[in-house]
């Protein structure tokens, strides 16, 4: 059974009033949800730099194992050398080995030269990783004191919460898939999150720029669906200055 217009805006605004309280239930919380995602994406980031580091210094070390080995084989092929230098037959052979000790000799050099470059690389990646280590610690220490105030201040409204998240899943069933969509454009678009509106004081309660009498007229019969030529929030209704006064004159007189 489709449901009538009046009830369409009755479904509408009792979703925007959950809405609302859960609004109010993030506002509270402020900017440390988004600050603690950004405190982890930084900590992420430094966490990927300190494995590169790491990656980079063992690499370093593989190269260093690496031209060690070069230097034992040239210092083996030297000692090979000389002895066969002190059996060649004639000039020709000697020069021969003369260069190859020279070549293994120019070997050494270039590695111990490698390994040196390679030491001082380890060093400085050492000292950054370091400096990046105290970097990440100070970061933490805020993300752990940003974490636990919000896990002070979700634990305080967690109940509530979720009892609203309860209420709005009921009340988002009573409304079309297509209206629904719609209230959640307007709300995402709508700095107070009010996709839902009453006029009160002739005037629209999202935007409040004046809405004209035949307009008030309009929506009061709930015959259509009616939005705010200004903001295109939706009108549930209107409220009337006498019902106003009387809710005014009421809290006064409970205060009394």
């Given at each position: 059974?489709?449901?009538?217009?009046?009830?369409?805006?009755?479904?509408?605004?009792?979703?925007?009033?959950?809405?609302?309280?859960?609004?109010?239930?993030?506002?509270?919380?402020?900017?440390?949800?988004?600050?603690?995602?950004?405190?982890?994406?930084?900590?992420?980031?430094?966490?990927?730099?300190?494995?590169?580091?790491?990656?980079?210094?063992?690499?370093?070390?593989?190269?260093?194992?690496?031209?060690?080995?070069?230097?034992?084989?040239?210092?083996?092929?030297?000692?090979?050398?000389?002895?066969?230098?002190?059996?060649?037959?004639?000039?020709?052979?000697?020069?021969?080995?003369?260069?190859?000790?020279?070549?293994?000799?120019?070997?050494?050099?270039?590695?111990?030269?490698?390994?040196?470059?390679?030491?001082?690389?380890?060093?400085?990646?050492?000292?950054?990783?370091?400096?990046?280590?105290?970097?990440?610690?100070?970061r933490q220490k805020d993300l752990d004191g940003k974490k636990g105030e919000l896990d002070?201040?979700?634990?305080?409204?967690?109940?509530?919460?979720?009892?609203?998240?309860?209420?709005?899943?009921?009340?988002?069933?009573?409304?079309?898939?297509?209206?629904?969509?719609s209230y959640t454009k307007i709300r995402q678009n709508a700095k107070n999150g009010l996709?839902?509106?009453?006029?009160?004081?002739?005037?629209?309660?999202?935007?409040?720029?004046?809405?004209?009498?035949?307009?008030?007229?309009?929506?009061?019969?709930?015959?259509?669906?009616?939005?705010?030529?200004?903001?295109?929030?939706?009108?549930?209704?209107?409220?009337?200055?006498?019902?106003?006064?009387?809710?005014?004159?009421?809290?006064?007189?409970?205060?009394?």
């Open positions: 059974m489709e449901s009538t217009v009046a009830q369409k805006l009755e479904a509408l605004l009792n979703l925007q009033k959950i809405d609302s309280r859960l609004d109010a239930i993030f506002k509270v919380r402020g900017a440390l949800p988004e600050e603690v995602q950004d405190l982890e994406d930084e900590i992420a980031g430094y966490e990927t730099r300190l494995d590169k580091f790491q990656s980079d210094i063992q690499m370093l070390d593989e190269d260093i194992k690496r031209f060690k080995e070069n230097i034992k084989e040239s210092e083996k092929l030297i000692k090979k050398y000389t002895e066969q230098q002190m059996n060649v037959r004639n000039n020709r052979e000697y020069d021969a080995i003369t260069k190859e000790l020279e070549l293994q000799d120019l070997e050494i050099q270039v590695s111990k030269k490698k390994i040196g470059e390679a030491q001082a690389k380890i060093e400085q990646k050492n000292t950054d990783v370091e400096a990046l280590k105290e970097v990440l610690k100070d002070t201040i979700v634990a305080e409204s967690e109940a509530e919460e979720a009892k609203l998240n309860n209420e709005k899943e009921k009340a988002s069933k009573k409304i079309e898939e297509r209206l629904l969509k996709a839902v509106v009453m006029v009160k004081r002739n005037a629209c309660g999202g935007c409040f720029n004046v809405v004209p009498p035949q307009r008030q007229a309009d929506i009061r019969e709930k015959k259509k669906l009616i939005v705010c030529e200004h903001c295109g929030r939706i009108f549930a209704g209107v409220e009337d200055e006498v019902e106003e006064e009387a809710t005014t004159k009421k809290k006064r007189s409970s205060r009394a």
